[in-house]
């Protein structure tokens, strides 16, 4: 057997493979003595995690790997944990090695220049890739926590992490209907100040 990891392709003679299977290629020869090659080849999967913000970390989900930091360009010698913690604006990426060789990479950018909150009054999460959630935060807090409620006083959806905002449906995954609803947000920035916000913003389809 031979393996490769997902992402990559094994070439012989003239052709590329990047799906498992058994694959038979004849190679010619400058002498017209042509061979047959058999080849079982297994793609191994990448490894499957996901980079979050929270509380002032960058955290890998998953734990079992090797994982490596970078900032921009620049390797973070000797940060080789799952979580790691920013100190400037930036883009963060961590290279995630399995036991099998096989790699991700994954990145996060981190604003740590907050300021005010922009909230909008107007959402669309129509899948056209803009202006999809609400609030739409893009920025790291130490604390995060936002609950959306309907014109019945029901909470219908609440989140205590920025990279977790409203698609505009409810806890069962169903779409709710288009109109206006109360949002209630309390933050913590990096520098131990508390904002509180609360309002009405309209959904729209």
Known sequence: F???????QYNIGNNSYDTSGIYLDTIPSALGCDSIVELHLHVLPSPEAKLTYEDSYLEVNKSGYDYQWYFGEEKLEGETFRYYRPTETGLYAVDI???????????YWVDLNCGELEIPNVFTPNNDDLNETFPGVYCAYDK??????????????????????????????????E?????????????GNASEYRGTVTLIR
Do not use: H
């Open 179 to 191: 109109g206006s609803y109360l949002y209630f947000i309390s933050i913590l920035d990096i520098d």
């Open 2 to 8: 031979d393996t490769i990891c997902k992402g990559e």
């Open 97 to 107: 090695d399995d036991p099998e060789g096989c790699m991700l990479q994954l990145d």
């Open 144 to 177: 995060f926590r936002l609950v959306i409620v309907n014109r019945w006083g029901q909470e219908i959806f609440i989140s205590e992490s920025a990279d977790l905002t409203w698609d505009g449906r409810n806890p069962t995954g169903e779409e709710v209907p």
